[in-house]
């Protein structure tokens, strides 16, 4: 592990330049890039995970947001030194492969505009004069900081544009002076007060920020207007405030009744960069990837695991979602694909060939491979777990939930839930069928337990398994990670078969296609949640009707992402409140 570079400067975005390359090795050294500090309890993110061939040195690049008295810190990925042969020989006698960092550039932090956009709109048009020092030489020292003041001779006047600039701003639609008033009598009495103009304008450009017109979108009954449509499409596609585009169709009066228009304007803002917000957010609310950090691994039965496998299963889940919506592909992928959005680590951690480097990319997926959908995906495995054992009653309630569109009744009060055995005596499957005896149960579970049977075929890290993982009886097992011997042992075989809608099926592949089967029940989930994550409210009975509207039109269009995408922002339901 590496550490250097320390950020002694302002917090900001930073550009971070890592020259080396990989040292007595044929292949490429993947490494992490992040950032530590001292502090205790303090948050190390981690930017990305990048490869150093070997040869001539090669430099990475990458742009990240750095906290001030963070260090860069670098650490390899894979590489082990089991004997400690570097403790006992030195380095210069170590023969195994290596990262060999030349050195580390920091430049920041970046400054994209000057003055910044919020400098201006705060202070544009107003005379900022700079306090002269007591000593001129001050200018020169390292730790002098200008200080301002704004000169007006009419400060009440003068403050008007500033505030209505300021308040259109947050507001998200045009400002009118008797919106203004409050904050325009709020600056008087703060200079009444012998408050200097600068922080007079501080504190009603404060009391602005906690206005509710500000904090929450604000939206009459009944159709949008042209300007909290605006808000609407561009919270929903690029998770922030209307760009000045979208505000000046908005101005224009080119939104409310221009279904075109809207249309134009959410294809627009789903190839704006911002829109990676979107694919991100969505996925982690429906899928419940903000749960992936819940739960951690037992490093005795899974010892394989480890940050790398986690930042890949996130960016795999998100990048096949960014995947579906830029090639416009079906809907139906998300439940069975012939191809897969994967690293090296993740190609290993599957069992699928061609996974060079750290280096996202679709690959086709081997014939008789159970992955595919994201069911299969690592991430939606792990938050699906508790990180030692799995139940098919929480799988199946996350796949009814999040993939069939069905919310099962919660459990009768007192009846205790089934914990997984993890001595390897008995598999989750016959607890569940002693638990199924009881009459209270046997309704509920008929429903719920299928599906996470199918997806027991996955162990708590996604990894796929004919048998259970054990710390007590079964056979041991001759593997190695990190030049460590396992301590688990393989115990009793899964048996991922059931029965769905009177259907049976053998297997997980069985299991999703079945699901596949019936399209429109998947195409109606997902459409909920979408116009659920849209508006910012849960749809009800009198939705029904345009919900099968949106389906029916999109098998017509052939049930492709990002044409749902463009059915849901022409939906009355997206449309009016």
Not at 11 to 27: D, L
Not at 367 to 372: L, M, V
Not at 402 to 427: M, Q, S, Y
Request: proline content about 7%.
């Amino acid at each position: 592990m590496l550490r250097g570079a320390n950020i002694s400067g302002p917090s900001g975005r930073y550009k971070v330049r890592v020259t080396g390359y990989a040292y007595q090795s044929e292949k490429p050294i993947t490494f992490s890039i992040g950032a530590t500090t001292f502090a205790r309890g303090a948050e190390k993110p981690t930017f990305g995970y990048y490869a150093m061939p070997p040869g001539k040195p090669t430099t990475i690049e990458l742009e990240a947001w750095i906290e001030n008295r963070y260090m860069i810190q670098i650490e390899p990925i894979g590489i082990s030194d089991r004997d400690n042969e570097i403790r006992k020989n030195g380095t210069a006698n170590y023969a195994g492969p290596g990262l060999a960092i030349l050195h580390v550039e920091l430049e920041g932090p970046l400054i994209e505009e000057f003055p910044s956009r919020g400098h201006r709109l705060v202070l544009d048009g107003l005379q900022r004069n700079e306090i002269e020092p007591r000593n001129p030489n001050d200018r020169k020292k390292r730790w002098y900081k200008p200080k301002f003041e704004i000169v007006s001779e009419n400060p009440g006047l003068d403050v008007v544009p500033s505030l209505q600039r300021l308040a259109s701003a947050a507001f998200r639609r045009p400002a009118t002076r008797k919106e203004i008033a409050p904050y325009l009598a709020l600056f008087e009495s703060e200079r009444n007060n012998g408050d200097t103009f600068e922080n007079a304008l501080r504190t009603a450009a404060r009391a602005l920020f906690c206005s509710p017109r500000f904090l929450y979108l604000q939206e009459t009954a009944g159709q949008l207007d042209d300007h909290a449509l605006a808000a609407r499409l561009s919270y929903f596609l690029t998770r922030t405030t209307p760009d000045t585009t979208l505000l000046a169709a908005a101005n224009a009066g080119n939104l409310a009744n221009n279904r075109t228009e809207v249309l134009q304007q959410a294809d627009r803002l789903l190839n704006d960069p911002r829109a990676e917000r979107f694919r991100r957010d969505f996925t982690d609310a429906w899928l419940d990837l903000r749960s992936i950090e819940f739960t951690n691994p037992d490093r005795k039965l899974f010892p394989e695991f480890d940050a790398y496998l986690q930042y890949s299963m996130l960016r795999e889940t998100r990048g096949f979602f960014a995947t579906l919506l830029k090639e416009n592909l079906s809907i139906a992928n998300f439940i069975d694909s012939d191809f897969v959005f994967i690293n090296d680590r993740l190609a290993d951690h599957d069992g699928i060939p061609d996974g060079t480097g750290p280096a996202f990319r679709k690959v086709a997926l081997p014939a008789g491979s159970p992955r595919g959908g994201i069911m299969a995906h690592a991430s939606v495995l792990k938050v699906s777990a508790n990180g030692t054992t799995t139940s098919p009653v929480v799988r199946g309630t996350w796949t009814l939930e999040r993939i069939l569109g069905t919310t099962p009744p919660p459990p009768p009060p007192a009846v205790p839930g089934v914990e997984p055995d993890i001595r390897g005596a008995e598999t989750i499957r016959q607890l569940l069928d002693k638990h199924r005896n009881m009459a209270s149960c046997k309704g509920c579970h008929q429903l719920i337990d299928p599906p996470g049977f199918a997806l027991e075929a996955f162990n708590p890290i996604g990894g796929y398994r004919e048998r259970y993982r054990s710390i007590g009886a079964g056979d041991r097992v001759n593997k190695e990670v990190n030049g460590r011997r396992v301590n688990y042992r393989l115990g009793l075989g899964v048996d991922a078969s059931g029965e769905i809608d009177g259907r049976a099926f053998a297997d997980f592949s069985g299991f999703k296609s079945l699901v596949k089967s019936d399209q429109s029940r998947f195409a109606k989930c997902l459409t909920e949640k979408l116009l659920t994550f849209a508006t910012g409210r849960e749809l009800g009975f009198s939705d029904r009707g345009e919900v099968k509207r949106i389906v029916q039109e999109l098998d017509k269009q052939g049930g492709v992402l990002r044409d749902l995408v463009k059915l849901i922002v022409q939906s009355e339901i997206f449309l009016t409140k």
